[in-house]
């Protein structure tokens, strides 16, 4: 590590490896910084990648995979060293709203396709990247990002609604299907179910609006978490508040990718 910037690097080893090119900037200082920023992000990625694998139909598991890979990754072949990776909401329902008519989410066939459905988007990206069509992006005007994310947020709402009112809503519909079918529910819903989702929702947003410089997640997740174990705790088995399973210590099994020709055919639309 040093601060004279390595003459003899070849513009083709720099293309292939881009952090050859900053490399030389690394000093224990900036290293003090980045482990404390990636500490704070660890502790953010944490209910956000479990929140992002439940929005996408994954394990939720998986969503820690996806928030630790990409970073390495990307920091080690990304074209710039001020960089964000990892998974994102709209992403996470993209996949869901495609795979799930598929497959049943968090299934080992789902799992499985969706990571076709990774390699297919990447394969994508890669020509995309090569044939330098990336100024395309200067073409997509301001509505059709504006309306994309508005459409995002729907159906991010519409699938979660049974899990914040403790509703039954059939897996794989669609957003008007989601709607009618919790129309037909609103008697059913668990108010201890909730109450814990409104609690932690009110708190998520309380902690961000008078203490910024709180990890609101965090917070949100503590609180939601305390609040259903004590109801649980008293309450007994009335509540029908359910709790995700404990995270595996092991790495998950190995799933490969099917390139098979019915596969892509299927994939390929999303």
Do not use: C
């Not at 960089?83 to 996470?92: D, E, N, Q």
């Not at 795979?99 to 969706?114: C, D, K």
């Not at 049974?162 to 709607?179: A, C, E, L, N, R």
């Not at 609180?223 to 790495?251: C, E, K, Q, W």
Request: aromatic share 10%; hydrophobic share 50%.
């Amino acid at each position: 590590m040093t601060n004279n910037r390595p003459a003899e690097l070849s513009p083709r080893i720099i293309r292939l490896l881009p952090f050859m090119a900053w490399w030389h900037l690394v000093t224990p200082a900036t290293l003090r910084s980045d482990f404390i920023a990636g500490l704070t992000g660890a502790v953010v990625v944490l209910p956000q990648g479990v929140a992002f694998a439940v929005i996408a139909g994954m394990p939720p598991v998986y969503g820690l995979y996806a928030g630790m890979v990409p970073a390495i990754v990307a920091a080690m072949f990304g074209s710039s060293w001020h960089l964000v990776s990892g998974p994102t909401t709209a992403a996470s329902i993209v996949l869901f709203s495609t795979l799930s008519v598929h497959a049943e989410p968090g299934s080992t066939q789902y799992v499985q396709l969706a990571l076709t459905m990774a390699f297919l988007v990447g394969t994508v990206q890669l020509g995309l990247g090569l044939a330098r069509l990336g100024i395309l992006v200067n073409y997509i005007s301001h509505s059709v990002v504006v309306g994309f994310t508005s459409g995002a947020a729907l159906l991010i709402a519409s699938n979660q609604l049974k899990y914040f009112f403790g509703i039954q809503v059939p897996k794989g519909s669609d957003f008007t299907h989601t709607m009618i079918s919790f129309s037909h529910q609103l008697t059913t819903i668990n108010p201890y179910v909730l109450f814990v989702s409104g609690t932690t929702l009110m708190t998520g947003v309380a902690i961000r609006r008078f203490f910024p410089r709180f990890p609101y997640m965090i917070a949100a997740l503590l609180a939601g978490s305390i609040l259903a174990y004590a109801l649980n705790h008293f309450v007994r088995g009335a509540t029908g508040i359910t709790t995700m399973d404990a995270i595996p210590a092991s790495l998950p099994p190995l799933s490969t990718p099917d390139f098979t020709l019915s596969t892509l055919q299927t994939l390929a639309p999303g």
